[in-house]
């Protein structure tokens, strides 16, 4: 099982390489709506220092969900997909193996990229520390929540809104904990009940999502 | 009971998992829930707008509380309702189930909708704001997103059985988020501010404004299973147009 997952993540790193571009555009995405923000409100370092964290977050749901239809629609259309779900491999693992290649590839990158756009926010070194943390534990939830939202939208018409609808009410918890993990920080407060409550998404998510999207991709392939 | 009862009691009640059976009934149960629900709604108004008393500290805008929280415990009722049925859809697979949990979404947003607007209505002259960011306000505001994300899913999918299954994972996913959308919303709330308003402080109620209240409630569950009944049966004609009962039906209203 271990095997099949690792060979998945393997794959879909290799592709994700050969097509640069798409990685690329979600991360130039991500950077371009925080960038957005400071021209949209004012430059008001007290002000900026106040949205920061919500702003980044906001912008990390958002190129999150634009990346989600590639994770199982390009496998999907070229027959991929079918191959793999008939092969003797376990469901599961595949999922799994995809989902973790996902987020290697649309979730990592927002978490080395936050603290340069923590700059631009005028954040604190303990709340920039912070923000990255937090999305360092919430990207991953987002990937498994929005891996289901994909497997949901695999063949119907106009996936990719409908995919951001299904898929950012289900993105609130993480957006309020990861918020509120950095502006208590900030406020100089005890963070640990933040991280734990990050930990325990990601732990549920990680029992339930690839359950969720096996019985979606059975149900659309 | 018996092994022989039990068996008899599981198959009569079974017997109306198939659409064949089951729309007669629908039917039946649309007409007696239709007739009562209008009478219920209208004497929980009359009480709550003519009998129950005024509010001391609310006035009269309180009153808007008769519509106002039966309806939102309708909406977050309809969703736990529908979410059993896809669940049952997804577990032992049958064909109404899809289509009682569709039938259900739209009377369910429906509610949240009307919630929402009342709830505004009622902020407005109490708070003195149209919207606060209140645990409640929100996590309401959220289920209505996934009651649209429901329907968008259901009508985005072209063949019937995938469209109920696909939107089944969704209703299931989100039985078990909104606790957790809840309680987190809740906790930011009160992370940043106080509650603006605590119902929990609000003065007992008087009894008349209880019955008004529980009348209306009813009515609208009542006026749920009537249109959901309704919705049903024009699904089952739709989906079981091929085969010849619905054509000797059809035949027989025409």
Not at chain 2, 120 to 127: D, E, M, R, S, V
Request: glycine share 8%; net charge positive.
């Amino acid at each position: 099982m271990m095997t099949v997952l690792v060979c998945i993540v393997r794959r879909d790193l290799l592709v994700a390489t050969r097509r640069r571009a798409d990685v690329l555009t979600a991360v130039v995405f991500f950077a371009v709506v925080v960038s957005l923000f400071p021209l949209a409100t004012t430059p008001d370092a007290e002000l900026l220092r106040n949205i920061g964290p919500g702003v980044v977050w906001v912008a990390a749901l958002l190129s999150s969900v634009l990346t989600l239809p590639r994770l199982f629609s390009v496998d999907h259309t070229d027959g991929t997909l079918d191959q793999m779900l008939l092969s003797a491999s376990p469901i599961g693992a595949i999922v799994s193996g995809k989902i973790i290649a996902h987020w290697l590839t649309a979730g990592l990158p927002l978490v080395v990229l936050s603290p340069v756009l923590a700059l631009q926010f005028d954040l604190a070194p303990g709340a920039m520390l912070a923000l990255t943390s937090s999305l360092f534990l919430g990207t991953p939830v987002l990937s498994l929540i929005g891996a289901i939202g994909a497997a949901l939208t695999l063949g119907a018409r106009g996936a990719g809104v409908l995919v951001s609808l299904l898929v950012l009410p289900l993105y609130v918890p993480v957006l309020v904990l990861g918020t509120g993990l950095v502006n208590a920080a900030g406020a100089g407060l005890d963070t640990s009940a933040h991280f734990m409550l990050l930990t325990a998404m990601i732990v549920s998510a990680c029992v339930l999502a690839p359950w969720a999207v096996s019985t979606a991709l059975r149900g659309a392939a | 009971m018996s092994d022989a009862k039990l068996l008899h009691a599981r198959s009569s009640v079974f017997r109306y998992a198939s659409p064949v059976t089951f729309f007669p009934l629908a039917g039946k149960l649309s007409r007696l829930c239709g007739v009562c629900a209008p009478l219920l709604i209208c004497v929980g108004l009359y009480i709550g707008f003519f009998v129950a008393p005024t509010d001391a500290q609310q006035g009269e805008a309180y009153r808007i509380i008769f519509i106002h929280v039966p309806a939102a415990w309708m909406s977050m009722f309809i969703y736990v309702v529908m979410a059993f049925w896809a669940a049952a859809g997804l577990v032992i697979r049958t064909r109404l189930s899809g289509m009682m949990a569709l039938a259900l979404a739209p009377t369910g947003a429906l509610f949240t909708f009307i919630a929402l607007w009342t709830g505004a209505l009622w902020g407005k002259p109490t708070w003195g704001a149209w919207w606060v960011w209140d645990a409640r306000l929100t996590s309401e505001l959220i289920l209505l997103f996934l009651y649209f994300g429901f329907m968008a899913l259901h009508a985005s999918i072209d063949d019937s059985r995938r469209a109920d299954k696909a939107a089944a994972i969704l209703a299931v996913t989100g039985l078990v988020n909104i606790p957790i959308i809840y309680f987190s919303v809740k906790w930011w709330n009160t992370l940043h501010q106080g509650a603006s308003v605590s119902f929990t402080n609000a003065p007992t109620m008087a009894a008349s404004m209880f019955t008004g209240m529980m009348l209306v409630t009813v009515g609208f569950w009542l006026y749920s299973i009537a249109i959901a009944c309704v919705r049903v049966r024009s699904l089952i004609l739709e989906r079981e147009g091929s085969s010849p009962w619905v054509a000797a039906y059809l035949r027989k209203q025409s």
